[in-house]
């Protein structure tokens, strides 16, 4: 966390919180009760619970990164509705579940030969690493039947960190750390074939639910990205018409926008209608401080937009050459994009 919380810099009424969230905290040990804190669970609670927030209005309240909110939520299982009721059956059925993928995993990883299994043999040979309390504490007879059954639930049953925490009720960090001290810690890829096998990822719902997290951020503060970006898109809106005919063309000047591209930001998706011939014209406007700006995403955009139809017209400042707060630095980028814009219409008319 960015800063120590407490609650009564919430103004939260403590008699809201049900017994159950105060009990909950108190059955962790000294190690997860310093991690999480007492007035973190029950602001989280509030925010989550009462306030029915959204995760990144949440994080922006406590002074946090959304990541570390969303793993929080895990860490508590307080992630499957903003309906404290509905979430306490969700989670309780998911555990039901979990548990019996667990049952399955200690009988079916003694048939494994790790012979075939490089990740499963690299781990059992650290099976000395692993402390005795450990492992009894969560259930197996042996070091070598609890990493067994931690790969099985991985590579099988495709279980991901947060499941392995919620089942063993420990913190996605802890569970992380001993992963990775074992050698079964999941890649980047790895985790996306988990997710796509396991089909508990809903894409389009995360891509949505995204949207309009986002959309309620921007709202708040009147913003759509950096100063410049904002500038830039309302100039050319008021300028684009000094370069085409206004009684042709109609022009949308948009947000930024991840659902044209995918997964990939349309910083500033255009469209430019023509009334005449009822034909559209769409520029995808990519627009970059040359700090964070690399010529492979460029490229890699620039192909997406091609393929689905839009033009890719990029913008990068120079450092060189600051526009920041610099009207009089932005507007001839600005006026340089609406005659190219007008130069592709003219072309393709």
């Not at 120079?318 to 007008?342: A, G, H």
Request: charged residues 30%; glycine residues 4%; proline residues 1%.
């Amino acid at each position: 966390m960015a800063k120590k919380i407490k609650i009564e810099d919430f103004n939260i009424d403590i008699s809201v919180i049900p017994q159950d969230v105060k009990d909950l905290y108190n059955s962790w040990s000294k190690i997860r009760k310093s991690t999480l804190g007492y007035d973190f669970i029950i602001i989280l609670y509030y925010l989550r619970f009462v306030e029915k927030l959204e995760k990144s209005e949440i994080a922006q309240k406590m002074g946090a990164q959304v990541v570390n909110i969303h793993e929080r939520l895990y860490d508590v299982a307080w992630n499957y509705s903003n309906d404290y009721a509905e979430n306490k059956i969700l989670s309780e059925n998911d555990l039901i579940k979990l548990q019996g993928d667990l049952v399955e995993a200690k009988e079916k990883s003694r048939l494994l030969d790790e012979n075939e299994h490089i990740k499963l043999k690299g781990a059992i040979q650290k099976v000395k690493n692993v402390r005795e309390k450990l492992y009894l504490s969560l259930g197996f007879k042996t070091g070598e039947e609890y990493i067994r059954t931690i790969y099985y639930l991985i590579q099988f049953k495709y279980f991901s960190p947060k499941n392995l925490a919620r089942l063993f009720n420990m913190t996605i960090g802890v569970v992380h750390s001993r992963l990775q001290a074992l050698g079964l810690n999941v890649s980047h890829d790895e985790g996306i074939r988990i997710k796509k096998e396991q089909k508990t990822q809903n894409y389009s719902g995360s891509l949505s639910s995204g949207k309009i997290t986002r959309a309620k951020s921007q709202f708040r503060n009147f913003s759509t990205g950096s100063k410049n970006e904002d500038y830039f898109r309302r100039q050319l809106s008021n300028m684009i018409y000094q370069y085409i005919d206004n009684e042709k063309y109609e022009v949308v000047v948009g947000l930024s926008n991840t659902g044209i591209l995918g997964a990939l930001e349309i910083d500033i998706p255009i469209m430019i209608y023509d009334v005449t011939k009822n034909t559209v014209y769409r520029f995808a406007l990519e627009y970059n401080g040359n700090y964070f700006h690399t010529d492979k995403e460029d490229m890699s955009k620039e192909i997406l937009s091609e393929s689905k139809g839009w033009r890719y017209l990029n913008i990068v400042e120079s450092s060189n050459n600051p526009y920041s707060n610099n009207q009089k630095l932005l507007d001839p980028i600005i006026r340089e994009t609406c005659e190219k814009i007008k130069e592709i219409i003219l072309v393709n008319n």
